[in-house]
């Protein structure tokens, strides 16, 4: 992508790639002396036509989009989600890693995405600012390029959408547990606002901001209720006493987002680190055979052994995450 400076606007230039096709893989090589790298936002949809695997891999038509997703292979994208899709707006962002050919389908190919560097936005982000300006640059309300699934963004808007997609939304299931707090007109808020004055970027690769946007979004996503014993206890500040536990954990390129996460209180995100406890694809909480005496067991899980997920499909605990989970740390 080029800066047109007479008129103000990014346009489209042809560019400068050799593509390499090997069986089951296509590798884009470009000018050494052009740094095409660049961002983007792709489309998802909940209906989508094409095959899509959020998280893994993303799918699109090579002759509309190859040269543009190209461009962004080694950088981020921003997840968008119409009305008609789901709705979610901007809800995420991660790295491509590379392209591969569609085996099935030689016109077709994946955008194959870095897992361990998902993190999903702690608030949705509409289309739209509060001036009714679009969050990306020249982007029309209707039709044109609005309709495009793959659509190349600046870093001032990619930082725009970020900022936005981490503002820090005052409510006490996103407090820590622990720490000092100010209070504002409405009862609650964090000492410091966590990403206000950090480089954009820095929070995408910092494990300790990823951590601490992780928690806040699962605490707030199961109402600060341990997901296996519904239990929902709170400090005297009314932040909640819940973990944000990993499901696949991030030695294992687990990602940040809520549906490969859950809430338990201290004991059970011990338990469930080290495959005491486990959960089967019909939601029903497994306990390693005499590991746990009934009686605490009892005590500790929810009378009818079902896992409490929020009410949001999206952020209900993925099957696949929760079968890597049985079939690598659960001790039953």
């Not at 997703?69 to 707006?89: C, H, L």
């Not at 808020?189 to 928690?215: G, N, Y």
């Given at each position: 992508?080029?800066?047109?400076?007479?008129?103000?606007?990014?346009i489209?230039?042809?560019?400068?790639?050799?593509i390499?096709?090997?069986p089951?893989?296509?590798?884009?090589?470009?000018?050494?002396?052009?740094?095409?790298?660049?961002?983007?936002?792709?489309?998802?949809?909940?209906?989508?036509?094409?095959?899509?695997?959020?998280?893994?891999?993303?799918?699109?038509?090579?002759?509309?989009?190859?040269?543009?997703?190209?461009?962004?292979?080694?950088?981020?994208?921003?997840?968008?989600?119409?009305?008609?899709?789901?709705?979610?707006g901007?809800?995420?962002v991660?790295r491509?890693?590379?392209i591969?050919?569609?085996?099935?389908?030689?016109t077709?190919?994946?955008?194959?995405?870095?897992?361990?560097s998902?993190?999903?936005?702690?608030?949705?982000?509409?289309?739209?600012?509060?001036n009714?300006?679009?969050?990306?640059?020249?982007?029309?309300?209707?039709?044109?390029?609005?309709?495009q699934?793959?659509?190349?963004?600046?870093?001032?808007?990619?930082?725009?959408?970020?900022?936005?997609?981490?503002?820090?939304?005052?409510?006490p299931?996103?407090?820590?547990?622990?720490?000092?707090?100010?209070?504002?007109?409405?009862?609650?808020?964090?000492?410091?606002?966590?990403?206000d004055?950090?480089?954009?970027?820095?929070?995408?690769?910092?494990?300790?901001?990823?951590?601490?946007?992780?928690a806040?979004?699962?605490?707030?996503?199961?109402?600060?209720?341990?997901?296996?014993?519904?239990?929902?206890?709170?400090?005297?500040?009314?932040?909640?006493?819940?973990?944000?536990?990993?499901?696949?954990?991030?030695?294992?390129?687990?990602?940040?987002?809520?549906?490969?996460?859950?809430?338990?209180?201290?004991?059970?995100?011990?338990?469930?680190d080290?495959?005491?406890?486990?959960?089967?694809?019909?939601r029903?909480?497994?306990?390693a055979?005499e590991?746990?005496?009934?009686?605490?067991?009892?005590?500790?899980?929810?009378?009818d052994?079902?896992?409490?997920?929020?009410?949001?499909?999206?952020?209900?605990?993925?099957r696949?995450?929760?079968?890597?989970?049985?079939?690598n740390?659960?001790?039953?």
């Amino acid at each position: 992508m080029e800066k047109d400076e007479r008129a103000g606007r990014v346009i489209s230039r042809p560019l400068q790639l050799t593509i390499l096709r090997k069986p089951g893989s296509l590798v884009v090589i470009f000018n050494s002396e052009i740094n095409f790298m660049a961002k983007a936002v792709f489309i998802q949809s909940s209906h989508s036509v094409y095959d899509d695997q959020p998280g893994v891999a993303y799918h699109f038509p090579k002759r509309s989009y190859l040269r543009r997703v190209a461009q962004t292979v080694g950088d981020w994208v921003v997840f968008y989600e119409g009305r008609s899709g789901g709705g979610r707006g901007y809800f995420g962002v991660q790295r491509v890693k590379s392209i591969e050919d569609d085996p099935s389908d030689p016109t077709h190919a994946y955008a194959i995405l870095d897992q361990a560097s998902q993190l999903s936005f702690e608030r949705s982000v509409p289309r739209l600012k509060d001036n009714d300006a679009p969050y990306e640059t020249g982007l029309p309300k209707f039709g044109g390029f609005n309709t495009q699934a793959v659509r190349m963004i600046s870093d001032e808007d990619f930082d725009a959408i970020l900022a936005a997609g981490f503002a820090v939304e005052p409510h006490p299931d996103r407090l820590p547990r622990t720490g000092a707090i100010t209070r504002d007109a409405e009862g609650f808020a964090e000492a410091r606002a966590t990403f206000d004055h950090t480089p954009r970027e820095s929070i995408l690769v910092s494990r300790k901001l990823r951590d601490r946007s992780f928690a806040k979004q699962v605490k707030f996503a199961y109402g600060g209720v341990c997901a296996l014993s519904g239990l929902e206890l709170r400090n005297g500040g009314g932040r909640p006493e819940v973990e944000a536990a990993h499901i696949l954990p991030v030695e294992h390129n687990g990602p940040d987002v809520v549906h490969n996460g859950m809430a338990l209180s201290g004991t059970l995100h011990w338990m469930f680190d080290r495959g005491l406890v486990g959960v089967d694809d019909d939601r029903r909480i497994l306990v390693a055979s005499e590991t746990v005496a009934s009686d605490t067991l009892s005590r500790l899980l929810v009378p009818d052994r079902k896992l409490i997920v929020p009410k949001a499909v999206a952020l209900q605990p993925h099957r696949d995450y929760l079968r890597w989970h049985r079939e690598n740390c659960f001790k039953g």
